[in-house]
C-alpha cells in the first residue's frame, strides 16, 4: 500500500502542472494531451484527456484522466470495466468531486435525465437544453 500511495502521489505532481481550474463550474480542466473520442450528435467533437507515463520511450502507458483522477483519489481499480461518470458532464475535468464509479446503464440514465439523451428528447430539444444550461 505504501508504494501505491508513493506513485499516486508522484502521479499526481505530474498531473496537477496541466491543470486549468474553471471557477465557474469547479471544474479542474485538463489541459495535457487530448484525445479524440467521438462526433457527438450535434456534429461536435469529442475529446478526452489523456495522459501518457514516462517510460525511456515513447511507449509508455496512456491513461485516461478522469480513471486516472479516480484511481488517486477515490481509490478506483483501473483495471475495472466500470466508467467513470461526470457530474459535471465535461470528459475534460478531473475534479474527483465530479466524477462518479457507474455501469454504462447508470450513465445512460444520469443522460437521460439531465436531458441529453438525443433520441429520447429530439435533436432540437437537447441543442436548446445544452443552451440553457450551458453544458459543455
Not at 12 to 30: R, V
Not at 32 to 55: A, D, M, W
Request: aromatic share 12%.
Amino acid at each position: 500500500p505504501n508504494e501505491t500511495n508513493e506513485r499516486k502521489a508522484w502521479i499526481f505532481t505530474k498531473i496537477n502542472t496541466k491543470i486549468l481550474f474553471d471557477k465557474e463550474t469547479g471544474c479542474w480542466l485538463w489541459t495535457g494531451v487530448k484525445q479524440f473520442r467521438r462526433i457527438n450528435s450535434l456534429g461536435e467533437k469529442v475529446y478526452r484527456g489523456v495522459y501518457q507515463e514516462y517510460t525511456g520511450t515513447r511507449n509508455g502507458k496512456k491513461h485516461i484522466i478522469s480513471r486516472l483522477s479516480a484511481w488517486i483519489f477515490l481509490d478506483f481499480d483501473m483495471s475495472s470495466d466500470k466508467l467513470i461518470c461526470h457530474t459535471c458532464d465535461n470528459p475534460m475535468c478531473w475534479n474527483p468531486a465530479h466524477l462518479w464509479v457507474g455501469t454504462n446503464a447508470e450513465n445512460m440514465a444520469d443522460c437521460k435525465r439531465k436531458g441529453r439523451f438525443i433520441r429520447l428528447l429530439g435533436r432540437e430539444l437537447v441543442v436548446n437544453t445544452r443552451l440553457v444550461k450551458k453544458v459543455p
